[in-house]
């Protein structure tokens, strides 16, 4: 018999940045949002959340705020009842007492660890595999977001999309934009470009190709960003608000975003720069061309992650337009001259933007990630498999 699922606890750590707390932060609003659901997220760092969202009170350990009930992940946790769901989001393991109370909740919660998104192929294969709890009567379930139907799906909201297209229906929306950042209004044929980006000592041959080119180029980047590649370059960085011009370059720093504002800037531009989780997903569904920095990793474990989402963003372009995009990619993240790469990226663009508009919508095409979630609860497809006669997974293997 299938479930109704009406409460959920999301846990996160903030390991770095805002790719975590923002996933999560999208995935606890959406819940609350668009099925009613109660959700409890619980957050180590309250203050990263507060950057993507100023409403919620760094200092406070318990609030209510755009429907989710917000707690400080602090131990020792206070004694409630479990939710039906519990979510610990890219393996931050659920506290041992909180599991504990699991145990003996009845019925059990749905247990799942919500994993980091990868293209990878073996990613199909161990969507919703089991991992028995080695001493209690819990099962947890792997919950691979991803690009293909055998996956989770990307976070995306029921209206997302519809906004994005009103947005570029309508001229005065656009403008407003600009003027709410304190820019003006890009000229026709100026480069609209959102730059954001881990430290990257490609930034400044990339500034200096731009400055030197035949093409004005307003690059967008969010305060914090780049500092040292930007002084490296104009001899300073502007505070926020700030812009600084060389040649065919304006680069405005601008203040660092709300989450819910970050949307239409990507979709005002024509490429954006992207790094981490959060980000990148947005940037699928901007429907304009992307460039993905990827975390790096010790001994390059990042790179085989890269280019699996690289060969499947490229596949349905044609020869040349692929050669570009997936050169630029690969330079921008280290393996290559992003200077000497962009010129033929540059001329690819008519071609990259057509393609990134066609792989949002077959993107679109999916469930997103919320609505399989809770399908995939609610259906009883974690239900199915005796997690007693399952072999035990070693996680780090996932």
Same mark, same amino acid.
């Not at 954001?196 to 180029?217: E, K, M, Q, T």
């Given at each position: +018999?299938?479930?109704? =699922?009406?409460?959920?606890?999301?846990?996160?750590?903030?390991?770095?940045?805002?790719?975590?707390?923002?996933?999560?932060?999208?995935?606890?609003?959406?819940?609350?949002?668009?099925?009613?659901?109660?959700?409890?997220?619980?957050?180590?760092?309250?203050?990263?959340?507060?950057?993507?969202?100023?409403?919620?009170?760094?200092?406070?350990?318990?609030? !209510?705020?755009?429907? =989710?009930?917000?707690?400080?992940?602090?131990? *020792?946790?206070?004694?409630?009842?479990?939710?039906? &769901?519990?979510?610990? %989001?890219?393996?931050?393991?659920?506290?041992?007492?909180?599991?504990?109370? +699991?145990?003996?909740?009845?019925?059990?919660?749905?247990?799942?660890?919500?994993?980091?998104?990868?293209?990878?192929?073996? &990613?199909?294969?161990?969507?919703?595999?089991?991992?028995?709890?080695?001493?209690?009567?819990?099962?947890?379930?792997?919950?691979?977001?991803?690009?293909?139907?055998?996956? $989770?799906?990307?976070?995306?909201?029921?209206?997302?999309?519809?906004?994005?297209?009103?947005?570029?229906?309508?001229?005065?929306?656009?403008?407003?934009?600009?003027?709410?950042?304190?820019?003006?209004? *890009?000229?026709?044929?100026?480069?609209? &470009?959102?730059?954001?980006?881990?430290?990257?000592? @490609? @930034?400044?041959?990339?500034?200096?190709?731009?400055?030197?080119?035949?093409? *004005?180029?307003?690059?967008?980047?969010?305060? $914090?960003?780049?500092?040292?590649?930007?002084?490296?370059?104009? $001899?300073?960085?502007?505070?926020?608000?700030?812009?600084?011009?060389?040649?065919?370059?304006?680069?405005?720093?601008?203040?660092? =975003?709300?989450?819910?504002?970050?949307?239409? +800037?990507?979709?005002?531009?024509?490429?954006?720069?992207?790094?981490?989780?959060?980000?990148?997903?947005?940037?699928?569904?901007?429907? !304009?061309?992307?460039?993905?920095?990827?975390?790096?990793?010790?001994?390059?474990?990042?790179?085989?992650?890269?280019?699996?989402?690289?060969?499947?963003?490229?596949?349905?372009?044609?020869?040349?337009?692929?050669?570009?995009?997936?050169?630029?990619?690969?330079?921008?993240?280290?393996?290559?001259?992003?200077? %000497?790469?962009?010129?033929?990226?540059?001329?690819?663009?008519?071609?990259?933007?057509?393609?990134?508009?066609?792989?949002?919508?077959?993107?679109?095409?999916?469930?997103?990630?919320?609505?399989?979630?809770?399908?995939?609860?609610?259906?009883?497809?974690?239900?199915?498999?005796?997690?007693?006669?399952?072999?035990?997974?070693?996680?780090?293997?996932?």
């Amino acid at each position: +018999m299938s479930r109704r =699922v009406r409460s959920w606890d999301i846990f996160c750590r903030v390991v770095d940045n805002f790719g975590d707390i923002g996933v999560c932060w999208r995935l606890a609003r959406q819940l609350a949002a668009e099925r009613g659901d109660a959700v409890r997220l619980w957050v180590d760092h309250v203050a990263a959340l507060t950057r993507i969202w100023p409403e919620v009170a760094p200092e406070q350990d318990e609030q !209510r705020c755009a429907g =989710v009930e917000i707690r400080r992940w602090s131990e *020792p946790l206070p004694v409630l009842t479990p939710h039906d &769901v519990v979510i610990e %989001a890219f393996a931050c393991k659920t506290p041992d007492a909180f599991v504990e109370a +699991m145990a003996v909740r009845k019925p059990a919660p749905v247990w799942l660890n919500l994993e980091y998104l990868s293209a990878e192929a073996w &990613v199909d294969g161990c969507h919703l595999l089991p991992s028995p709890h080695p001493r209690l009567p819990l099962t947890k379930h792997f919950f691979f977001p991803g690009f293909t139907p055998r996956t $989770g799906g990307l976070l995306r909201e029921a209206d997302l999309l519809t906004r994005r297209d009103a947005f570029r229906r309508d001229g005065a929306a656009r403008r407003a934009l600009w003027d709410a950042l304190g820019l003006r209004t *890009p000229a026709a044929g100026e480069l609209r &470009v959102s730059l954001f980006a881990y430290p990257n000592a @490609a @930034a400044i041959r990339l500034f200096s190709v731009w400055a030197a080119g035949d093409r *004005p180029v307003i690059c967008v980047v969010p305060e $914090g960003v780049l500092r040292s590649e930007i002084a490296g370059f104009f $001899g300073s960085c502007p505070a926020p608000g700030g812009i600084a011009a060389r040649g065919r370059l304006r680069l405005a720093v601008i203040p660092f =975003v709300r989450q819910a504002d970050y949307d239409p +800037m990507l979709w005002a531009c024509d490429i954006n720069f992207v790094r981490g989780e959060d980000s990148f997903v947005r940037a699928q569904w901007a429907g !304009r061309p992307l460039v993905w920095q990827i975390y790096p990793q010790e001994g390059d474990a990042h790179l085989p992650k890269l280019r699996a989402f690289v060969d499947s963003y490229c596949a349905d372009l044609d020869g040349p337009t692929a050669a570009a995009v997936r050169d630029f990619i690969h330079a921008w993240n280290g393996s290559g001259d992003a200077a %000497a790469a962009w010129n033929a990226a540059q001329a690819a663009l008519p071609g990259w933007t057509a393609a990134a508009d066609a792989w949002c919508a077959r993107l679109a095409a999916q469930p997103d990630l919320a609505s399989a979630l809770a399908e995939a609860v609610e259906s009883e497809a974690l239900a199915g498999v005796d997690a007693h006669r399952v072999p035990a997974r070693d996680e780090n293997q996932l």
